[in-house]
């Protein structure tokens, strides 16, 4: 006998749940593209773009995921030869890292592992010791969804300038953006990337790069860009489908304009709001069942915790036979461990993590961890008592 008929739930970090509201406007006949209501909605689309990243800058849409997105702002501003200083702090850190080596550049990676965030000095001292200024942009990621780490892109904004080095910082806010806080003018990030599946609660399939006069100008300076990925016809369309390099994604953006709504009647302060309460809830559930039990954070420093996602570990086989139970069992799916560690490691079974990003609220969350508490239960796993009710205490504002 099975509890999971019913309707599932996907916990994992992203595709992240789709508002029904946006689902609606998706399921019908596909629009004109050639005049009409998508030609008309275009400019709003970039207007609440701008708004959602901080940004008083341009925005570049590709009909592509977050992998898209990294070799789009790498071609636009780096030459084949440049050298970048990537500070990594998870899978996806040196998955930008492999992108750029592809694009013939060269990586210098600061590894910070993956329990622990960039360390501005060390990263400061780094850059400090640059001095022909070889190091042509810093590439970091804001959440790295492996590990669940978010980095404090002020801080490492003022280690470059502490420095006085002229790179461009790069800020990878795939899992991030319309989750964690984030702002792109006030923080001095000069290319901002984010894709449609996380926090912007749209299927995948398109992605963005938000981009300031500083990388224009490093755009200006190179003598040609692959046609598909210049942001140069997309930033200033005369028509729809140079917003695209080719036919618009129709439905997508449909889905993205109900989406961009939502946000916005919610607020984005409430949204950056209601992201941290449920992240604290699910933090005090799994402090309480690490009490007596094997299980843990992954990032011990609260400060350093994505608000979209969290890492988990349990001793293998626990964690492995958990996910089990919970997607076979209950009809929740968890997320696998990724990239948290080295190939034919026994040790990757014991990561998972859970996704809490977009389109959540209370019952989602303490839906999912009621039935880890259930799955714990019975497979046995060690643990402390009331997870539960200590989620449900922080979701009170008690």
């Known amino acids: 006998m099975s509890l999971s008929h019913g309707r599932t739930y996907l916990a994992i970090p992203g595709p992240s749940v789709m508002p029904d509201a946006v689902l609606e406007v998706m399921h019908r006949a596909a629009p ?24 008083s800058g341009d925005v570049a849409m590709y009909v592509c995921n977050g992998h898209g997105t990294w070799e789009a702002a790498l071609t636009n501003t780096l ?4 050298t970048v200083l990537i500070p990594a702090t ?6 930008w890292a492999t992108m750029a080596e592809a694009l013939g550049l060269k990586v210098e990676i600061m590894d910070f592992g993956t329990a622990a965030a960039v360390d501005p000095d060390r990263l400061e001292a780094a850059l400090r010791a640059d001095k022909s200024h070889a190091i042509k942009a810093v590439l970091a990621t804001h959440v790295d969804t492996s590990s669940s780490i978010r980095n404090d892109m002020p801080a490492i904004r003022a280690a470059m300038d502490a420095a006085g080095h002229p790179a461009l910082l790069m800020a990878d806010c795939i899992a991030s953006l319309a989750c964690d806080r984030f702002e792109m003018d006030a923080w001095g990030v000069d290319v ?6 996380k926090g912007l609660m749209t299927p995948p399939g398109m992605g963005f790069l938000w981009i300031n006069d500083k990388a224009r100008a490093a755009r200006a300076d190179l003598p040609r860009v692959s046609r598909y990925w210049d942001w140069t016809p997309r930033v200033a369309p005369e028509e729809l489908h140079q917003y695209f390099g080719g036919t618009a994604p129709t439905h997508h953006v449909l889905g993205l304009r109900k989406a961009l709504d939502m946000i916005e009647a919610e607020g984005l302060e409430a949204v950056w709001a209601r992201h941290e309460r449920l992240a604290r809830g699910i933090w005090a559930a799994c402090d309480a069942w690490a009490s007596e039990g094997a299980l843990a954070l992954n990032v011990t420093d609260p400060a350093c915790r994505s608000h979209a996602v969290t890492s988990l570990a ?19 799916t968890l997320g696998i461990g990724l990239g ?10 014991a990561y998972f993590r859970i996704g809490h990003m977009g389109h959540v609220n209370a019952h989602m969350v303490l839906g999912v961890l009621g039935v880890m508490e259930a799955g714990m239960k019975a497979l046995g796993i060690p643990h402390g008592d009331s997870g539960v009710s200590a989620a449900a205490e922080v979701m009170s504002g008690a």
């Open 340 to 349: 948290m560690a080295a190939p034919g490691d026994p040790t990757s079974s």
């Open 314 to 332: 349990l001793p293998p086989p626990y964690g492995t036979r958990l996910r089990n139970w919970c997607e076979r069992k209950a009809g929740v």
């Open 90 to 95: 998870g899978y996806f850190g040196h998955g």
């Open 192 to 197: 901002t990337l984010a894709a449609s599946q």
């Open 32 to 55: 004109n593209i050639y005049a009409g209501e998508l030609v008309r909605m275009m400019p709003g689309i970039v207007s609440s773009l701008r708004g959602i990243a901080g940004s």
């Open 79 to 82: 030459a084949p030869g440049d």
